[in-house]
């Protein structure tokens, strides 16, 4: 369960945060397939609570397991995941089962389902006050019971050793595979019990072989366990059954890229600090939480907003085999709670993309150059191992990987200038950051590597982008 299916060598995911399930299949079509992304991860699909204001949190208090969300009904996510594995791109959901709704009266969902919160009582699953924890509040993370028994911001939590809820999570988690994803986010697992999610797990159906899976092939399972060393919950209690989200991941490389630490510590990424082993790990440099002050991470988290170190660290994070790759597709915001661009109905405004340039309040960093780019590198890298690695002693660094790709990234307000190492076969190669091969032509910079592997290298200090790639697929 830790094998994405991705089609082919495909390596990298995107979440499209907020997006409708229509506008997805379509940037499938258009985009995500041609472009070699291997999934994307949907908003949750499950009838949320309404909640006033429609923040985008709203999504994260379930009311039933109806598939009917602001991104759309079950009919148009059937279409979106059809046609999304017809452009070999595989869809992974968010599933919010560790609890259903804080306390709201009335209490109403997407689909007009209604319940009542402060009984625990969710007549259209349906879930009772017996389906339940006793309501207390988790504030001590140092102590696993509380985390797992008690509520999560005040949202009832389901009690998952109990039968009926066993039951009621497999069977939506089953509805949505036979409907052709390839995977799930388990929301919150940090709050509920391993011994549980194993069972779970255990019992669902296998990917659907007519949406194009091979036989006998298990969902993908990435769990969000925020673990940064010091609460009484480990993610290593996790990893039997399914990957989990590395939250150092994004919080190092935060600090790295803002010149908090020298990138030259990076030679050895992966071991030795403190993260997962590769193949349990998915990793980003931020997600819908933590990219607006939820979760972990806090001020040195990259986002859009930072675009050109953090286009940076994307760069890295897609160039380094490390994990499994997640980018994040995020919305305009200044108010961390407010919801994605939506009529005064509260229907959700769909991007629209010129020249890859989002527009109607859609950032889209999945269509930024320096991005897609280094998500075709990695396609490219496939397993091939760090090599030729080479730092200035500072915030100056290169690496290839095997003869396949090579990367220089240039952190520090000096030029980069220098005949490096890069591993690959002679030839004449197209910078991916600066331009791109178009009909036979470079429009960035062109790259000679000479017979013994070097090449001269050159970035600016002051360059638009601190970042110069290359890789097999884009000679000149
Ligand atoms: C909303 C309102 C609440 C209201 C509630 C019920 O905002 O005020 O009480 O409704 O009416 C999202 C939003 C929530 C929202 C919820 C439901 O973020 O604000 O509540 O929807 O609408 C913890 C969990 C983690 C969770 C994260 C946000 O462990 O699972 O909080 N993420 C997921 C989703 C998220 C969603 C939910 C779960 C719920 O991704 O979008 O919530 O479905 C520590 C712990 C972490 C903990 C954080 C924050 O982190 O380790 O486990 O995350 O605290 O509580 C340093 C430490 C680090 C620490 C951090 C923050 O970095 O090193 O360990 O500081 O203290």
């Known amino acids: 369960q830790k094998h994405p299916y991705y089609v082919d060598d495909r390596g990298t995911m995107v979440h499209l945060f907020e997006w409708k399930f229509q506008d997805i299949a379509r940037e499938c079509e258009e985009f995500l397939g041609p472009m070699g992304f291997g999934g994307v991860q949907v908003s949750p699909i499950h009838e949320n609570l309404i909640i006033p204001g429609r923040p985008w949190y709203e999504r994260y208090q379930p009311i039933s397991m109806k598939i009917h969300s602001r991104s759309g009904n079950v009919s148009e996510f059937q279409d979106m995941v059809r046609r999304c594995n017809a452009a070999d791109v595989r869809i992974y959901v968010d599933v919010v089962v560790n609890h259903m709704t804080g306390d709201a009266n009335p209490a109403r969902g997407v689909d007009g389902s209604t319940a009542e919160p402060s009984l625990k009582s969710y007549p259209a699953v349906p879930f009772t006050s017996a389906d339940f924890h006793r309501t207390c509040a988790i504030s001590n993370y140092q102590n696993a019971t509380e ?34 994803v390839a995977g799930f986010r388990i929301d919150a697992a940090k709050h509920m019990w391993p011994q549980d999610l194993r069972i779970i797990y255990s019992r669902l159906k296998n990917l659907s072989v007519s949406a194009g899976f091979p036989r006998n092939s298990r969902p993908f399972i990435y769990q969000e366990v925020i673990d940064l060393g010091n609460e009484g919950v480990k993610k290593a209690e996790y990893t039997d059954f399914g990957r989990v989200i590395e939250f150092n991941f994004g919080i190092v490389l935060g ?3 803002r010149g908090l630490e020298p990138l030259k510590d990076l030679k ?8 997962l082993p590769s193949g ?7 997600n819908h939480d933590n990219q607006r002050g939820h979760g972990a991470g806090g001020a040195t988290i990259l986002t859009y907003k930072d675009a050109r170190i953090y286009k940076m660290a994307t760069a890295f994070e897609l160039a380094h085999p490390y994990g499994t790759t997640r980018i994040m597709s995020s919305y305009s915001f200044t108010d961390p709670s407010v919801g994605p661009p939506a009529d005064s109905d509260g229907t959700i405004i769909s991007p629209k993309i010129t020249n890859n340039v989002c527009t109607n309040g859609w950032i889209c960093e999945h269509r930024w150059h320096q991005i897609y780019q280094m998500v075709i590198f990695r396609n490219v890298a496939k397993r ?7 730092d200035n002693g500072n915030n100056q660094i290169s690496f290839s990987r095997g003869r396949l790709g090579f990367i220089a990234i240039n952190g ?21 950051i600066s331009g791109e091969v178009r009909g036979n032509k470079c429009t960035g910079k062109t790259i000679e590597v000479t017979e013994n592997g070097k090449a001269f290298i050159e970035i600016p200090a002051n360059a638009d982008d601190g970042v110069l790639a290359i890789h097999i697929g884009r000679t000149s």
């Open 280 to 286: 349990d790990a998915l990793v980003m440099i931020d």
């Open 384 to 390: 091939s191992p760090v090599e030729n690695w080479w």
């Open 255 to 257: 600090n790295m890229f």
């Open 412 to 432: 520090e307000t000096e030029d980069l200038r220098g005949n490096l190492t890069t591993g690959l076969p002679a030839g004449k190669y197209c910078d991916v």
């Open 147 to 180: 985390v797992r028994d008690c509520e999560l911001s005040g949202l009832h939590d389901l009690d998952q050793s109990k039968e009926h809820v066993r039951a009621a999570i497999v069977e939506y988690m089953d509805r949505i595979t036979d409907l052709g």
């Open 268 to 275: 050895n990424w992966g071991n030795g600090w403190g993260l």
